[in-house]
């Protein structure tokens, strides 16, 4: 079964920097999450999105933005980074309530992004 | 204090062993429930939801209890390929909302 796909899987910036991270959700899953887990740490939440629009928002710096697109995939752009944003960022999606909803959050692989 | 809290562990136990993990949970508001578990460097995957009546998968039972905000999970007849970490985490009630994670057990099944 297909997956949540993230891109790119690696990713090393320098600080200042910028960098997009993309997120393509399981086919006909309308809602989108980000969270970023620092190293020995659990995930934090930071942003979600439905039907394109942001549905609830939680530790993400200023410095960082998302959104989501009419195909649903997601993109979280940080800038002016810094060494603390070194982590790994996992998008996860999970699929439209209707009969049979089941509220499971799917996660992709993740984006290591490591800051130097 | 974190809203979902575990025990880090880790926990050593050998193969064919039972071993249980706990957590609690602050916010009453909590309305969802899930065991996830995550292998080193990779995502969390859902292990299982957990229900008030308590529920079962095989060699994991998980179970809840709303009114001392306690979730558990037990696993029996340990095998070597469950060594991970296992997250605890809850969802608020409402919306489409995030989800809370614990810091993690983790768990070390040796032969």
């Keep these: 079964a297909a997956g949540v796909i993230q ?15 993309k997120c393509y959700p399981i086919p006909r899953h309308d809602t989108v999450y980000w969270y970023q887990q620092g ?7 930071l942003i979600s999105f439905y039907e394109k629009m942001q549905s609830d928002k ?56 490591l800051v130097l | 204090r974190k ?8 926990f050593n136990v050998p193969e064919g062993a ?9 916010n009453s508001a909590s309305q969802s429930f899930f065991w996830y578990r995550q292998d080193c460097r990779k995502e969390p995957k859902l292990l299982m939801s957990v ?19 306690y979730i558990s999970l ?6 070597l390929s ?5 997250l605890c985490v809850v969802r608020l009630s409402g919306g489409y909302n995030k989800l809370i994670f614990g810091a993690g057990t983790r768990l070390a099944v040796h032969p």
């Design chain 1, 58 to 113: 939680g530790s993400i710096p200023d410095r960082f933005s998302a959104q989501q697109f009419s195909d649903y995939h997601s993109e979280l752009n940080m800038s002016s980074l810094e060494l603390g944003d070194s982590a790994l960022y996992f998008c996860a999606s999970s699929p439209p309530r209707g009969p049979n909803y089941q509220e499971t959050q799917y996660f992709g692989p993740g984006t290591r992004l």
């Design chain 2, 74 to 79: 037990l696993i029996r007849d340990s095998k």
């Design chain 2, 82 to 86: 469950d060594s991970a970490t296992y």
């Design chain 1, 7 to 21: 891109s790119p899987r690696h990713l090393i910036k320098e600080k200042r920097e910028t960098a997009t991270l």
């Design chain 2, 3 to 10: 809203e979902v809290e575990q025990d880090p562990g880790p």
């Design chain 2, 51 to 69: 229900y008030s009546s308590g529920n079962e998968d095989g060699r994991f039972t998980a179970q809840l209890n709303r009114a001392s905000q």
């Design chain 2, 18 to 26: 039972t071993v249980a993990f706990n957590c609690t949970y602050s």
């Design chain 1, 39 to 45: 190293p020995g740490q659990d995930p934090q939440f």
